[in-house]
């Protein structure tokens, strides 16, 4: 149980973030759902949420912003004085071939899903050292384990993701911090929702498993590596892909 914690989960008010948030919160965690352009998206996450009973609100900031992330972890750490578990989820993809992928669309791609990720650690790292305990998961992707046609920057991003994830895991290892990545494979949210029907039965295909997950697979596993259960892990890069990456 994480009651007691305080939980930031960016890009948490829509498909695996707002598995993410709902699930931290339901095990008694005061969730932060960070959102960047779904305001009342996330404060419908917000109230589902305490509707159920749980603690959370809703923090404005866009993670590829160097001085918005300063900013927003100066409010979290006035208000709570911690944080406890850290969810960098949010993220973008502007696919296209590489021969014809534009600066912007490769530049976009980095900033939110890789640098944002360096923006919240870089920000909140001295209050975790601080603490001497925390969690930080981070939400790379098969195509960052794998790689994938059409995806370059994207895979780029979330490959770049794991090598952030193992990095800080030895940095803040002797301070009792874990950090780890999860890698989801397919997973049924407006991201995969926009793709072709043809491209997206192909991937279907592509999973041993024989079905698209879903933002609650996702969850549990943030859950199992925020919780007390699972303080002997870090460094490491989960697969939450129903095989994908076998
Ligand atoms: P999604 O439904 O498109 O949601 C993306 C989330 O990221 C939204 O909450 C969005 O918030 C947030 N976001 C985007 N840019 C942001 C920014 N600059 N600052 C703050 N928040 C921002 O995508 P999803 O499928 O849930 O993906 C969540 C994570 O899982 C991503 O990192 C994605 O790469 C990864 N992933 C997804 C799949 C999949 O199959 N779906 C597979 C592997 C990995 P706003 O709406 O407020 O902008």
Redesign the pocket.
Known sequence: MLSGKVALV?????????AISKKLASQGASVIV??????E??EEIVEEIRAAGGEAESL??????FASCEALAKTVLEKYGRLDILV??????RDGLVMRMSEKDYDAVL???LK?AFNMIRHFSKAFLKQRQGRIIN?????GVLGNAGQAN?SAS?AGVIGLTKSVARELASRGICVNAV??????????RQMPENVRESLKERIPLGRI?S?ED?AETVAFLASEQAGYITGQVICVDGGMAI
Do not use: E, H, L, W
Request: glycine share 16%; net charge neutral; charged share 15%.
């Open positions: 960016t890009g948490g008010a829509r498909g695996i973030g707002s960070n959102y960047s352009g779904s305001k998206k996330a404005q900031c866009d993670v590829s912003d960098n989820n949010a993220g973008i993809t900033d939110t899903n944002g939400i790379s992707s098969v195509s994207y979330k890698a989801p494979g397919f997973i049924a949210t407006d991201m995969t997950g933002p996702v």
